[in-house]
Protein backbone atom coordinates (compact mmCIF):
# COMPACT_ATOMS: atom_id res chain seq x y z
CA UNK A 1 0.00 0.00 0.00
CA UNK A 2 1.22 3.72 -0.56
CA UNK A 3 1.69 5.80 2.24
CA UNK A 4 3.58 9.20 2.80
CA UNK A 5 5.04 10.45 5.71
CA UNK A 6 5.79 13.99 7.09
CA UNK A 7 7.24 13.47 10.39
CA UNK A 8 7.46 17.00 11.34
CA UNK A 9 4.04 18.78 12.34
CA UNK A 10 5.84 21.74 12.40
CA UNK A 11 9.21 23.36 11.27
CA UNK A 12 10.07 27.06 12.76
CA UNK A 13 13.60 29.03 10.78
CA UNK A 14 14.69 32.42 11.13
CA UNK A 15 14.12 34.15 7.39
CA UNK A 16 17.55 34.56 5.60
CA UNK A 17 18.08 30.65 6.59
CA UNK A 18 17.97 27.51 4.99
CA UNK A 19 14.79 25.39 5.01
CA UNK A 20 13.79 21.48 4.93
CA UNK A 21 10.54 20.21 4.75
CA UNK A 22 10.80 16.30 4.99
CA UNK A 23 9.14 13.34 3.71
CA UNK A 24 9.50 9.94 2.76
CA UNK A 25 6.89 7.37 1.45
CA UNK A 26 6.20 3.81 0.25
CA UNK A 27 5.24 2.33 -3.04
CA UNK A 28 5.37 -0.84 -4.54
CA UNK A 29 6.73 0.32 -7.71
CA UNK A 30 8.02 3.59 -9.07
CA UNK A 31 6.78 7.09 -7.91
CA UNK A 32 5.69 10.60 -8.73
CA UNK A 33 6.26 12.98 -6.63
CA UNK A 34 4.51 16.02 -5.40
CA UNK A 35 4.83 18.90 -3.19
CA UNK A 36 1.84 21.59 -2.63
CA UNK A 37 1.81 24.48 -0.89
CA UNK A 38 -1.38 26.15 1.35
CA UNK A 39 -1.64 28.99 2.54
CA UNK A 40 -4.44 30.78 5.09
CA UNK A 41 -7.80 30.38 3.78
CA UNK A 42 -6.37 29.50 0.41
CA UNK A 43 -6.38 26.19 -1.85
CA UNK A 44 -3.46 24.47 -2.39
CA UNK A 45 -1.09 25.23 -4.88
CA UNK A 46 1.20 22.94 -6.77
CA UNK A 47 4.76 23.51 -6.09
CA UNK A 48 7.45 20.86 -7.69
CA UNK A 49 6.88 17.45 -9.00
CA UNK A 50 9.15 14.18 -9.71
CA UNK A 51 8.14 11.89 -12.87
CA UNK A 52 11.30 10.98 -14.00
CA UNK A 53 15.37 12.15 -14.83
CA UNK A 54 17.45 14.47 -12.63
CA UNK A 55 16.63 13.89 -9.01
CA UNK A 56 17.17 17.48 -8.39
CA UNK A 57 13.76 19.23 -9.35
CA UNK A 58 13.31 23.17 -8.99
CA UNK A 59 9.93 24.40 -8.55
CA UNK A 60 7.89 27.84 -8.19
CA UNK A 61 9.03 30.32 -5.56
CA UNK A 62 12.79 29.08 -5.32
CA UNK A 63 11.81 25.65 -3.36
CA UNK A 64 13.47 22.48 -5.00
CA UNK A 65 13.01 18.91 -3.74
CA UNK A 66 15.62 16.26 -4.30
CA UNK A 67 13.98 12.34 -4.81
CA UNK A 68 16.04 9.57 -3.07
CA UNK A 69 15.37 5.99 -4.40
CA UNK A 70 17.68 4.68 -1.48
CA UNK A 71 16.09 6.55 0.97
CA UNK A 72 12.68 6.61 -0.51
CA UNK A 73 12.57 10.78 0.77
CA UNK A 74 11.62 13.53 -1.37
CA UNK A 75 12.45 16.61 1.32
CA UNK A 76 11.62 20.19 0.19
CA UNK A 77 14.71 22.43 0.35
CA UNK A 78 14.69 26.15 -0.42
CA UNK A 79 18.78 27.97 0.05
CA UNK A 80 16.90 31.33 2.12
CA UNK A 81 13.60 31.50 3.59
CA UNK A 82 10.96 34.50 3.59
CA UNK A 83 8.59 34.93 6.33
CA UNK A 84 6.30 34.83 3.22
CA UNK A 85 6.85 31.42 2.71
CA UNK A 86 5.33 30.26 6.33
CA UNK A 87 2.42 28.47 5.31
CA UNK A 88 1.44 24.50 5.61
CA UNK A 89 2.68 21.88 3.16
CA UNK A 90 1.65 18.72 2.23
CA UNK A 91 3.91 16.04 0.82
CA UNK A 92 1.81 13.37 -2.25
CA UNK A 93 3.47 10.58 -3.80
CA UNK A 94 0.93 7.74 -6.73
CA UNK A 95 2.39 5.01 -7.75
CA UNK A 96 3.05 5.07 -11.53
CA UNK A 97 2.28 1.57 -11.98
CA UNK A 98 -1.12 1.17 -9.59
CA UNK A 99 -3.80 3.33 -9.55
CA UNK A 100 -4.51 7.05 -9.84
CA UNK A 101 -4.81 7.38 -6.72
CA UNK A 102 -2.69 9.72 -4.86
CA UNK A 103 -2.07 9.95 -1.33
CA UNK A 104 -1.03 13.14 0.70
CA UNK A 105 1.21 13.45 3.84
CA UNK A 106 -0.41 15.10 7.23
CA UNK A 107 1.43 18.07 6.25
CA UNK A 108 3.93 20.30 7.71
CA UNK A 109 3.52 24.04 8.94
CA UNK A 110 6.47 26.19 8.53
CA UNK A 111 6.50 29.10 9.93
CA UNK A 112 9.50 31.42 9.35
CA UNK A 113 10.44 33.80 11.87
CA UNK A 114 11.69 37.77 11.29
CA UNK B 1 -7.80 30.62 -18.18
CA UNK B 2 -10.41 29.16 -15.46
CA UNK B 3 -9.03 27.07 -12.69
CA UNK B 4 -11.16 24.68 -10.48
CA UNK B 5 -14.22 25.92 -8.99
CA UNK B 6 -16.72 24.59 -5.88
CA UNK B 7 -20.09 25.45 -4.79
CA UNK B 8 -21.02 26.76 -2.48
CA UNK B 9 -17.95 28.26 -0.35
CA UNK B 10 -19.68 27.67 2.61
CA UNK B 11 -22.60 25.39 3.41
CA UNK B 12 -24.70 25.28 6.81
CA UNK B 13 -26.77 22.51 7.26
CA UNK B 14 -28.67 20.73 10.62
CA UNK B 15 -28.00 17.09 11.79
CA UNK B 16 -29.74 15.15 9.43
CA UNK B 17 -30.12 17.38 6.25
CA UNK B 18 -28.77 15.83 2.75
CA UNK B 19 -25.85 18.47 1.14
CA UNK B 20 -24.63 18.20 -2.26
CA UNK B 21 -21.56 20.41 -3.18
CA UNK B 22 -20.19 20.71 -6.78
CA UNK B 23 -17.56 20.37 -8.60
CA UNK B 24 -16.46 22.15 -12.08
CA UNK B 25 -13.28 20.80 -12.71
CA UNK B 26 -10.59 22.40 -15.60
CA UNK B 27 -11.83 21.79 -18.83
CA UNK B 28 -10.25 18.99 -20.34
CA UNK B 29 -9.07 17.38 -17.49
CA UNK B 30 -9.50 13.86 -17.11
CA UNK B 31 -8.98 13.10 -13.88
CA UNK B 32 -10.97 14.54 -10.83
CA UNK B 33 -10.91 13.80 -7.31
CA UNK B 34 -12.34 14.61 -3.97
CA UNK B 35 -10.95 15.08 -0.55
CA UNK B 36 -11.73 16.34 3.29
CA UNK B 37 -9.73 18.21 5.29
CA UNK B 38 -10.48 18.47 8.67
CA UNK B 39 -9.89 21.35 11.29
CA UNK B 40 -5.95 21.05 10.83
CA UNK B 41 -5.63 17.81 9.52
CA UNK B 42 -4.43 16.51 6.42
CA UNK B 43 -5.87 15.91 3.38
CA UNK B 44 -8.40 13.04 3.07
CA UNK B 45 -8.70 11.04 -0.32
CA UNK B 46 -12.86 10.40 -0.68
CA UNK B 47 -13.19 9.71 -4.63
CA UNK B 48 -11.79 9.68 -8.20
CA UNK B 49 -13.16 9.44 -11.47
CA UNK B 50 -11.18 8.55 -14.31
CA UNK B 51 -12.12 8.82 -18.02
CA UNK B 52 -14.78 6.56 -18.40
CA UNK B 53 -13.69 4.34 -15.62
CA UNK B 54 -15.32 3.69 -12.91
CA UNK B 55 -14.47 5.58 -10.15
CA UNK B 56 -12.27 4.46 -7.10
CA UNK B 57 -14.79 4.87 -4.14
CA UNK B 58 -12.52 3.32 -1.23
CA UNK B 59 -11.57 6.42 0.40
CA UNK B 60 -15.70 6.88 1.38
CA UNK B 61 -16.09 7.05 4.36
CA UNK B 62 -19.83 5.56 4.83
CA UNK B 63 -23.05 4.52 2.19
CA UNK B 64 -24.22 8.45 3.28
CA UNK B 65 -21.68 9.27 0.58
CA UNK B 66 -21.84 9.29 -2.98
CA UNK B 67 -20.67 11.14 -5.56
CA UNK B 68 -21.34 11.42 -9.35
CA UNK B 69 -19.63 13.25 -12.48
CA UNK B 70 -21.85 13.72 -15.64
CA UNK B 71 -20.28 13.62 -19.11
CA UNK B 72 -16.96 13.74 -17.91
CA UNK B 73 -16.87 17.39 -16.31
CA UNK B 74 -18.88 18.08 -13.09
CA UNK B 75 -18.90 15.86 -10.27
CA UNK B 76 -21.60 16.52 -7.35
CA UNK B 77 -20.47 14.84 -3.86
CA UNK B 78 -23.62 14.29 -1.91
CA UNK B 79 -23.69 13.49 1.63
CA UNK B 80 -26.95 11.93 3.12
CA UNK B 81 -28.24 12.11 6.62
CA UNK B 82 -25.15 14.34 8.08
CA UNK B 83 -23.46 14.31 10.95
CA UNK B 84 -21.39 16.54 13.04
CA UNK B 85 -18.35 14.73 12.40
CA UNK B 86 -18.66 15.30 8.83
CA UNK B 87 -17.78 19.53 9.18
CA UNK B 88 -14.30 19.88 7.31
CA UNK B 89 -13.60 21.58 3.79
CA UNK B 90 -14.19 19.30 1.13
CA UNK B 91 -11.68 19.90 -1.96
CA UNK B 92 -12.30 19.17 -4.86
CA UNK B 93 -9.12 18.96 -7.82
CA UNK B 94 -8.67 18.03 -11.28
CA UNK B 95 -5.69 16.70 -13.29
CA UNK B 96 -4.50 15.47 -16.27
CA UNK B 97 -2.98 12.18 -16.69
CA UNK B 98 0.01 12.07 -14.59
CA UNK B 99 0.11 15.10 -14.06
CA UNK B 100 -0.25 17.57 -10.55
CA UNK B 101 -3.68 18.36 -9.43
CA UNK B 102 -5.05 21.52 -9.58
CA UNK B 103 -7.53 22.43 -6.76
CA UNK B 104 -10.39 24.23 -6.28
CA UNK B 105 -11.09 26.90 -2.94
CA UNK B 106 -13.19 23.88 -1.46
CA UNK B 107 -16.39 23.74 0.47
CA UNK B 108 -16.56 24.85 3.88
CA UNK B 109 -19.51 22.50 5.36
CA UNK B 110 -20.56 22.79 8.84
CA UNK B 111 -23.63 20.77 10.20
CA UNK B 112 -25.16 21.97 13.47
Known amino acids: AQSVAQPEDQVNVAEGNPLTVKCTYS??????LFWYVQYPNRGLQFLLK??????LVKGSYGFEAEFNKSQTSFHLKKPSALVSDSALYFCAVRDREGTYKYIFGTGTRLKVLA | GAGVSQSPSNKVTEKGKDVELRCDPISGHTALYWYRQSLGQGLEFLIY????????KSGLPSDRFSAERTGGSVSTLTIQRTQQEDSAVYLC??????????FGPGTRLTVL
Open chain 1, 50 to 55: YITGDN
Open chain 2, 93 to 102: ASSLLRAEQF
Open chain 1, 27 to 32: VSGNPY
Open chain 2, 49 to 56: FQGNSAPD
